[in-house]
């Protein structure tokens, strides 16, 4: 019961909070909108375009009837609703049109009563999906055990550290990691260059795909769906030493494998 109560109470909260108010106000005994208020109310709908209106509640002074200033109270709500129907405003298919009259926390200013509330919200524009990327489309497509490449992926000279550039590959295959939860993955990592495979440059190929795995890891991806490895220049696409910088960055390169799909 105490959980019911404190979720209903966040989501009155939430709406609450949700909900804005604009007012327009009008001369002593009449309902039709005069031209500054009209003014106010272009200026409200040119600065809130997304605004969808929930309610319209309308109000008097207590000059005149209960009976009278309900009636009113009534029309007011009714031609605001009437203006921005006109100016083409969003109104909630639930839209509320309420005259309280003078039944309302009155102030001691008169002409602060005679007034209209509008409720409304602001719709909150959805984020536009990123279009699947032709390596993201290559991991889907993908069978076991073919081997593919981060493209544009890339560290500092002799270090596991990404270049800034590098990030966005990483978030590519982060998504789709997250997306298709049956991938597992071997991250490989290679080198360049070297015509003797020291111990030293395997271990930066080794590092490089322990980096990618880490991010990985840190973002979410179990454990279990991930391995790594650094071949240092023991697999090269290209002949060592390489004929020029084009050949080279192709066997300085992190790859994946899948496991399984």
């Known amino acids: 019961m105490k959980n019911l109560i404190l979720s209903l109470f966040v989501l009155a909260f939430t709406f609450a909070r949700a909900q804005q108010k604009t007012e327009v106000f009008f001369e002593f005994d009449r309902y039709d909108l005069p031209e500054s208020e009209q003014r106010k109310l272009d200026d409200w709908i ?14 008097c002074d207590r000059t005149g009837s209960l009976q009278y200033n309900d009636s009113l109270s009534v029309r007011r709500a009714n031609a605001v609703k009437d ?19 003078e039944n309302f926390g009155q102030s001691k200013n008169p002409g602060a009563n005679r007034k ?10 959805k984020a536009e999906a990123k279009p699947v990327s032709d390596f993201q489309n290559k991991v889907i497509a993908s069978k076991v055990g073919e081997k593919i490449r981060l493209p544009n992926f890339h560290f500092f000279n002799m270090s596991d550290q990404f270049v800034p550039k590098s990030i966005p590959v990483l978030e590519e295959l982060l998504k789709v990691m997250n997306d298709n939860p049956k991938i597992r993955i071997e991250i490989q990592g290679h080198i ?70």
């Open 46 to 59: 040119s600065k809130n375009p997304t605004a969808e209106v929930n309610a319209i509640y309308g109000y």
């Open 116 to 125: 209209v509330s509008v409720l409304f919200q602001k719709a909150i524009p």
């Open 192 to 261: 360049c260059c070297q015509t003797v495979k020291e111990k030293d440059y395997a271990f930066v190929s080794t590092q490089r795909a322990k980096a990618v795995y880490d991010y990985l890891l840190r973002n979410g991806v179990a454990q279990n769906r991930l391995s790594y490895r650094g071949f240092g220049v023991s697999r090269p696409l290209h002949p060592i030493p390489e004929r020029n910088e084009k050949e080279q960055d192709e066997n300085r390169r992190v790859e994946i494998e899948i496991l399984s799909n």
């Open 83 to 101: 203006y921005l129907k006109y100016k083409d405003v969003a109104l909630s298919s639930n839209l509320a049109v309420k005259g309280f009259g």
